[in-house]
């Protein structure tokens, strides 16, 4: 009766150590993570970048048997979520040594205090779920006298988590020592009662000041980022480094801003189509996934990633702090992708880097609005360094064009045809009248440079491309469709006085305000590409000129409204724009010798209006032509 009593109370306690065993598994640190604090999440390895998580205390020194206070956070402006953690106090001259114990958790739900070398000498989570920074008390022991240090590894997730999380060094001083608070840098004064506490100091690291993806960049990794020449500051918006050992190819991917998704693809040219890319995308729940997708070229969704194979890319880390997304993994080095293979060891490939702040859907990311670009030349994945972005000369070239043409050329000649035609009678040039031969050289430029701004475009991307949910590229094809059919419907112009002319008349005005209207606009949305580099406060140069413009016009209208208008009961009966009808007027003696009444003051204001245009298209041409201008302007100045 004896031993089946004695037996029955050894199955309890089996049972009953199994059920704790269980519930440290599932609600907590492991037991066999206590000593090294290395969470047994199947191979998956600690994060080597710099921690976003600290570990505060209350005091620097504290007496024994006395409480400290002792929190886990974040270093940073915003919070790092706390996902899991096992926490102790280590010795500073025995690091193996766990020290005092715990007393107090914030919520029971959140945090417990658990046995590893002694008795609630550690504190862990309760539950994976997110948490902000947590608060515990912890006892000084009444055995030990040195310096001890809070050690923990903190975990974001399941494959996310750095160790050796370590807070200031804290002194565990005698019950007699006086401890003045008063200023940090004030020293701890001491009694002689007692033999003095002789500290072992320990040497700090120096904090990074680049993120890990940049480490290398310069002798061991390959990268590639945007804006140019953001590597050697670190402030690249979207990098990508590759790191080769042997046969064996590790990416990192990085983009700021808070993205929904950043990637990198591998090309056979700089243009996106026919391309493999890899994708580390944040879930809604803050998961971070990797995939791999293939990119297709002029048509919306660019990628697909139901036609790329998922296993040829192993992920090794993932995090998201202080805005930052970043995803470091292995590709194969050989791999087949839609027929083509892709041979990381003996082929060059142009890098792609891309973020974005959204998805489509499931399977597809989103329109690349935080960045893209393309790297200049095919590289070998093995050759380290900082990679060069692809040329802009041609899309600048196209900016600085279209600027010319319709900021410019294009607005004078338009106000020289409308408002100067009884201004300089008598005189010519070329056989004709000053004001329409100015008027044609104008417009001539205005074709020439809107043509050649649309073939450079064209050479640039490599054919017909729309630019995500900016009309830019629709509003440009329309306005260099109608720009190309003015002249020619010029040529044909009939005479004045015939049946048709006033059709003509009208045609050509609308035709040509139109363009002009269109083009002007498609300037102000390419403002908003994010290819071009422009400043936001490009908008408000651009406004100032419309603005500019406007007033002009209504200046110029009545004059030439005052100058032809004949006042007939108190109204006028002429204006502007009345030979657009086609009929003929009768010329006087004074309409053939002189300029029309106030052609002066036109000639004054026209005086006016020529170099202040001309000072917005020389403005706007520098923005395009040395964007992005804040890099451009701290190289130039060292900065």
């Known amino acids: 009766m004896l031993r089946r009593k004695r037996n029955v109370k050894l199955i309890l306690i089996t049972v009953l150590s199994l059920v704790s065993v269980s519930h440290q598994y599932g609600s907590g640190a492991p037991p066999m993570a206590c000593v090294d604090q290395f969470p047994r999440h199947s191979d998956i390895q600690a994060q080597t970048s710099v921690p976003p998580y600290a570990i505060f205390t209350s005091a620097s020194q504290v007496r024994q048997g006395d409480v400290l206070n002792v929190t886990i956070g974040s270093p940073f402006g915003a919070p790092a979520p706390i996902g899991g953690f096992i926490l102790q106090a280590r010795g500073i001259q025995d690091t193996e040594k766990i020290v005092g114990k715990f007393t107090k958790v914030p919520d029971p739900n959140l945090a417990q205090i658990t046995n590893c070398r002694g008795n609630n000498d550690t504190v862990t989570h309760t539950n994976p779920e997110e948490k902000a920074p947590l608060s515990f008390t912890w006892q000084a022991p009444d055995d030990f006298l040195g310096g001890i240090e809070f050690r923990a590894t903190v975990a974001q997730g399941y494959a996310t988590f750095w160790k050796n999380v ?45 993120d890990v993806i940049y480490q290398g960049c310069e002798d061991t990794k390959l990268c590639f980022g945007i804006p140019a020449n953001c590597i050697p500051n670190g402030n690249c918006k979207v990098i990508v480094a590759i790191f080769v050992a042997g046969d064996t190819y590790t990416f990192e ?19 996106m189509g026919d391309d493999s890319a890899m994708e580390c995308v944040r879930n809604d729940n803050g998961r971070i996934n990797l995939f791999t997708s293939w990119t297709y070229p002029k048509v919306e969704p660019y990628v697909r990633r139901s036609d790329s194979p998922q296993d040829i890319v192993q992920l090794l880390e993932s995090s998201m702090i202080d805005g930052k997304l970043y995803c470091k993994f292995r590709r194969d080095t050989v791999s087949m992708v839609k027929g083509q293979t892709f041979d990381l060891a003996n082929n060059k490939y ?54 010319a043409a319709w900021l410019g050329a294009a607005s004078l000649g338009i106000v020289l045809a409308r408002y100067f035609k009884k201004t300089w009678v008598g005189k010519t040039l070329g056989g004709k009248d000053i004001w329409f031969a100015y008027h044609r050289i104008l417009m001539v430029l205005t074709w020439v440079l809107t043509m050649a701004g649309f073939i450079l475009i064209l050479i640039d991307v490599g054919g017909w491309q729309t630019t995500g ?45 139109s363009a002009h209207i269109l083009g002007i606009a498609t300037i102000f949305l390419a403002v908003y590409l994010q290819k071009a580099q422009l400043p936001a406060w490009s908008v408000f140069v651009l406004a100032a000129f419309v ?49 029309a009444p106030f052609s002066v003051f036109r000639k004054h204001l026209l005086g006016v209006y020529a170099p202040i245009v001309l000072l917005f298209v020389v403005a706007m041409i520098c923005l395009v032509a040395l964007a992005p201008i804040g890099e451009t302007y701290n190289s130039l100045m060292g900065a």
Not at 184 to 196: E, F, H, K
């Open 166 to 210: 370590e807070s200031p060094l804290v002194e565990v001083v005698t019950p007699d020592t006086v401890i003045t608070t008063s200023s940090p840098s004030v020293s701890t004064q001491r009694t002689t009662l007692g033999p003095p506490v002789i500290m072992e100091t320990k040497p700090k690291a120096t904090p990074k000041s680049l």
């Open 547 to 595: 603005v500019f413009h406007v007033i002009a016009h209504v200046v110029l209208s009545l004059t030439v409204c005052v100058s032809e208008g004949r006042i007939s009961n108190g109204r006028v009966n002429s204006f502007p724009m009345k030979d657009m009808l086609g009929h003929s007027r009768q010329v006087t003696a004074v309409d053939r010798s002189s300029d």
């Open 253 to 271: 991917i990085q983009g700021i801003d808070n993205p929904k998704y950043v990637a990198a693809g591998l090309s056979l040219d700089n243009k």
């Open 350 to 403: 142009n890098l792609m880097v891309l973020a974005g702040d959204s998805m489509k859907d499931a399977e597809r990311v989103g329109f690349h609005n935080v960045g893209y670009e393309a790297s200049g030349a095919a590289l070998r994945l093995s050759s380290p360094g900082a990679a060069a972005v692809a040329s802009r000369v041609l899309l600048r070239l196209h900016g600085c064009c279209m600027l």
């Open 469 to 513: 949910d900016n009309p830019h590229a629709i509003t440009g094809i329309i306005t260099v469709v109608l720009c190309f059919i003015q002249p020619i419907g010029a040529f044909f112009r009939p005479h004045p006085g015939t049946k048709h002319r006033p059709l003509f008349n009208w045609l050509h005005w609308l035709v040509g305000n």
